[in-house]
C-alpha cells in the first residue's frame, strides 16, 4: 500500500479539504493527518485581534524594589600584595610579545661597543665611543617598545583589570631595566679587561643619555607615531654625540651647554623623567587598541 506523502496531508490538513478514501481505510496516515491538522490549528492566525496594552498601565503593577535602579557593587580593592604580583606578572609577559629579534640585536650592539672600547688607545675616546653605542643599543628597546605589531595576544591586554596605559609603563620599565642591566655588564667587561675609566664614570658617560634618548622615543611615538620618535630619537643621538665629541671643533662650542642636559645629569633625569611621565599620561587618551599594540 503507497502511503500519502506529507505535502498531500498538509493540503488534506485544511479545513476545507475533501476527506482522502486513503485516510478513512489506513490508519497510518489517519494518525499522521490527525498531527497535521493540530499543527494547522495551533498556527492558525488568531481570529481577534490582539493589542498590547499601553506601557503606563504596566508601571504601577511592577514592585517597588523592580522599579528602583539597580545598585552596582563597588569592585574590591586589591591590596598592596596582589597588586605588586599583577605588576611584576604584566612586566614578564611583556617579553612574549616583543620583537623576537630584539634581545640578539641588542646582544650584538653591546658586544660591539666593548669591542670598540677596548680596540680604542685613547681612553677619553674610547669611553666617548663605547657610551655612543651603547645608547643606540639601549634606543632600540625603547623604539620596540612602541612598535604597533599585528600580534593577536596584544588585544588581551586591554581585557585585564588595569588601563592600557599601565601595560604599556611595564611594558616600557621591563625593556630599559634589562638593556640597562646588560649595558652595565659590558661596562664592567670594559673596565676590567681595558681599565678605560672608573667604572662609575664609564658607566655615567651613557646613563644619562640612554634614558632621555628613550624617553623621547617614547613621548614622539605616543604623541605622534613609533616612525616619528623613532627619526627623533636617533637624530638627538646623533647631534648630541657629535657635539660633545671629545677635542672637536663643535664640542669647543656647545658641547659644555650640550653636555648638561646630554649627560647624566640632574637636568637630564629630570627632562626623562617628565618626558615619560607624559607619554604614560597621554597613552591614557588614546583608543585601547593604540596603547595594546602600541
Request: glycine residues 6%; charged residues 15%.
Amino acid at each position: 500500500m503507497t502511503h500519502l506523502t506529507d505535502s498531500d496531508l498538509v493540503r488534506l490538513a485544511a479545513p476545507t479539504a475533501p476527506v482522502d478514501p486513503h485516510v478513512v481505510e489506513c490508519a497510518s496516515c489517519s494518525l499522521r493527518l490527525a498531527a497535521w491538522r493540530r499543527i494547522a490549528r495551533a498556527t492558525a492566525a488568531p481570529t481577534t485581534a490582539v493589542t498590547a496594552p499601553a506601557f503606563d498601565t504596566l508601571i504601577p503593577r511592577l514592585p517597588p524594589q523592580a522599579a528602583a535602579p539597580a545598585r552596582i557593587a563597588a569592585a574590591p580593592r586589591r591590596g598592596l600584595g596582589r597588586s605588586s604580583r599583577l605588576a611584576a606578572w604584566i612586566v614578564l609577559r611583556q617579553a612574549r610579545i616583543m620583537p623576537r629579534s630584539l634581545a640578539p640585536l641588542s646582544l650584538l650592539g653591546l658586544v660591539l661597543a666593548t669591542v670598540i672600547g677596548l680596540a680604542t688607545q685613547d681612553p677619553v675616546l674610547a669611553k666617548h665611543y663605547f657610551g655612543a653605542v651603547v645608547v643606540l643599543v639601549v634606543l632600540l628597546g625603547a623604539c620596540a617598545t612602541t612598535t604597533r605589531r599585528g600580534d593577536a595576544r596584544s588585544d588581551l591586554l586591554c581585557s585585564l583589570p588595569i588601563s592600557p596605559a599601565t601595560v604599556f609603563a611595564c611594558r616600557v620599565v621591563l625593556v630599559l631595566c634589562v638593556d640597562l642591566a646588560l649595558a652595565l655588564s659590558a661596562s664592567v667587561l670594559v673596565h676590567v679587561w681595558g681599565n678605560v675609566a672608573p667604572l662609575t664614570e664609564l658607566v655615567g658617560g651613557w646613563l644619562g643619555q640612554a634614558l632621555l634618548a628613550s624617553a623621547i622615543a617614547v613621548a614622539c611615538s605616543v604623541w605622534r607615531s613609533p616612525p616619528v620618535g623613532a627619526v627623533a630619537a636617533a637624530t638627538t643621538w646623533f647631534v648630541c654625540s657629535l657635539t660633545t665629541l671629545p677635542g672637536g671643533e663643535l664640542a669647543e662650542r656647545a658641547g659644555t651647554a650640550v653636555g648638561r642636559v646630554w649627560g647624566t645629569t640632574p637636568w637630564g633625569l629630570a627632562l626623562s623623567v617628565v618626558l615619560v611621565v607624559a607619554a604614560v599620561l597621554r597613552s591614557r587618551s588614546l583608543p585601547d587598541d593604540s596603547s595594546a599594540n602600541s
